[in-house]
């Protein structure tokens, strides 16, 4: 069984920065995309940025100031968020693409919250 598990959410003040992580767990025999999602309350779920392979993209809205990296060996992603805007409050979700037991699925974290107020 496969599990992705975020942190790093919280409050921050406009202009503010913060580090998400998400780690996949369990039986993977490889990752093909790790991205990044965020759902802000009465929004649909919006694609943040993504990496796979030597491809990463990011939403208009964010280029700039997120930046998104993988860390293969411990099959972990990392979305850094600096000059937070109070737009950016949402919950952030973590999605994979993971092979594992020769089925190939695509996987959500539980999600983290980021809020940027003063």
């Known amino acids: 069984q496969v599990q992705l598990v975020e942190s790093g959410g919280g409050l921050v003040q406009p202009g503010g920065s913060l580090r998400l992580s998400c780690g996949a767990s369990g039986s993977i025999f490889a990752i093909n995309v790790m991205a990044w999602y965020r759902q802000a309350p009465g929004k649909q779920r919006e694609l943040v940025a993504s990496?796979?392979?030597?491809?990463?993209s990011y939403q208009d809205s964010v280029k700039g100031r997120f930046t998104i990296s993988r860390d293969h060996a411990k099959n972990t992603v990392y979305l850094q968020m600096n000059s937070l805007k109070p737009e950016d409050t949402a919950v952030y979700y973590c999605?994979?693409?993971?092979?594992?037991?020769?089925?190939?699925?695509?996987?959500w974290g539980q999600g983290t919250q980021v809020t940027v107020s003063s």
């Open positions: 990496a796979s392979g030597g491809s990463i």
């Open positions: 999605n994979a693409g993971i092979w594992s037991s020769g089925v190939y699925r695509n996987y």
